[in-house]
T-cell receptor, first 115, second 115 residues
Framework: EPEVTQTPSHQVTQMGQEVILRCVPI?????FYWYRQILGQKVEFLVS????????KSEIFDDQFSVERPDGSNFTLKIRSTKLEDSAMYFC?????????????FGPGTRLTVT | AQKITQTQPGMFVQEKEAVTLDCTYD???????LFWYKQPSSGEMIFLIY??????QNATEGRYSLNFQKARKSANLVISASQLGDSAMYFC????????????FGSGTQLTVLP
């Protein structure tokens, strides 16, 4: 069964460093998303991406964040200068395109720890 | 703006019994989707079930069913014949139809199945 994959599973970085989180969405999906979940809290939407551009973004997704689809398979989230409060689980998700609301399939997540 | 409320932070159920996890929502959108996700202790987000706002019948997927009451704005998840492996955090979520399909999550319910 096709699945969303994410690398790395765990990333430790120092405050102020840049990190890139990588995702490979399900191959026939064209909508991609990033969410984050701070430990013990609810899952929060960051950004959605369709047709090589950002479709929507939340207020969390400020200038420190960027997304890219560098090739036909990868979808990346870059945090330019990490802060302690960026420590969280980051989930990538993908969904099909079409009318109505379609289920989003999540990857296993990348746990980011900023020290 | 959309809002999801899950009022049960924790629930216990005896193995083989049914359990209902509550979810209420608020939206001004005429068309939307409602979702339930399971998050085991390992952290991944597993899609369980989807209900469209215009669907006439309640969604079912194996042991999962969604009790959709549109007038009450509720979308409760019913798990029949609980198994020990059902112990996990359960999140209710919703999205708008159309191009903006970010998921808005509730705070979750921690379900513990007792042997």
């Amino acid at each position: 069964e096709p699945e969303v994959t994410q690398t790395p599973s765990h990333q430790v970085t120092q405050m102020g460093q840049e990190v890139i989180l990588r995702c490979v969405p399900i191959s026939n999906h064209l909508y991609f998303y990033w969410y984050r979940q701070i430990l013990g809290q609810k899952v929060e939407f960051l950004v959605s991406f369709y047709n090589n551009e950002i479709s929507e973004k939340s207020e969390i997704f400020d200038d420190q964040f960027s997304v890219e689809r560098p090739d036909g398979s990868n979808f990346t989230l870059k945090i330019r200068s990490t802060k302690l409060e960026d420590s969280a689980m980051y989930f990538c998700a993908s969904s099909e395109v079409g009318q109505g609301a379609y289920e989003q399939y999540f990857g296993p997540g990348t746990r980011l720890t900023v020290t | 703006a959309q809002k999801i409320t899950q009022t049960q932070p924790g629930m216990f159920v005896q193995e083989k019994e049914a359990v209902t996890l509550d979810c209420t929502y608020d939206t001004s959108d005429p068309s939307y989707g409602l979702f339930w996700y399971k998050q085991p202790s390992s952290g991944e987000m597993i899609f369980l079930i989807y209900q469209g706002s215009y669907d006439q019948q309640n969604a079912t997927e194996g042991r999962y069913s969604l009790n959709f009451q549109k007038a009450r704005k509720s979308a409760n998840l019913v798990i029949s014949a609980s198994q020990l492996g059902d112990s996990a955090m359960y999140f209710c979520a919703m999205s708008r139809s159309g191009s903006a399909r970010q998921l808005t999550f509730g705070s979750g319910t921690q379900l513990t199945v007792l042997p």
